[in-house]
């Protein structure tokens, strides 16, 4: 099936591109495959805010943020680590603590706005509508970080980006053909991301 493509609407094509694709999506480069696939839950970071529920226990549920030094504090826990856990084994050490003073507590952790730690976080460089960072989650692709960032800018030259990734502790750099995923929705050219990855996309020469 041929997508359709144009940038005056690009989400629609490539949106209705991958429902009419369907399966596991393999990466354009070998070695981006075998890297892209070690994806983890997300980790807690300063400044994400937190939902926690306390079943049956009203007064004790609330939503909070994670402070500048890592830490929640909600009634009857003071100052427990949250940075770099799982929501779930935060869940776990509060429901330890509340057993102090609950029967048999059950505990739940949503991350309702998402930072992550730095090195949970993807930076995207250049020429995109919103340049920053962008916070991991389980099987990211590059799209959903063009996504994230408003798409190319007029002037992007998205099929000479590169990423650069950490693979077995060093740093190597990959090509990305941006511009045939979100412009000709050329779904191929999809990728997964990793935590810590840099996306560049360079300025067309004209």
Not at 69 to 87: F, M, Q
Not at 185 to 204: F, K, S, Y
Request: glycine fraction near 10%.
């Amino acid at each position: 099936m041929r997508c359709p493509g144009g940038w005056s609407n690009w989400l629609v094509p490539v949106i209705l591109c991958m429902a009419a694709c369907s399966g596991t999506l393999p990466p354009p480069d070998p070695a981006l495959s075998a890297s892209a696939s070690e994806t983890g839950e997300y980790l807690i970071g300063p400044g994400d805010t937190l939902d926690v529920f306390v079943w049956g226990q009203p007064d004790l549920s609330v939503t909070v943020p994670v402070r500048p030094d890592g830490r929640v504090s909600t009634p009857l826990i003071d100052d427990l680590v949250a940075v770099g856990k799982t929501p779930t084994q935060l869940a776990a050490e509060m429901q330890v603590v509340l057993s102090e003073y609950l029967r048999s507590p059950e505990v739940n952790v949503i991350v309702q706005d998402f930072v992550g730690t730095f090195g949970s976080q993807i930076r995207v460089l250049g020429q995109v509508t919103e340049p920053g960072t962008v916070p991991f989650r389980e099987r990211m692709t590059l799209l959903d970080v063009m996504i994230e960032v408003g798409g190319l800018t007029r002037f992007a030259a998205g099929n000479r980006g590169r990423l650069v990734r950490n693979v077995d502790g060093s740093s190597e750099e990959f090509r990305l053909r941006v511009d045939d995923l979100v412009n000709k929705g050329r779904i191929e050219e999809n990728i997964l991301m990793q935590p810590g990855d840099i996306v560049i996309i360079p300025e067309a020469v004209f």
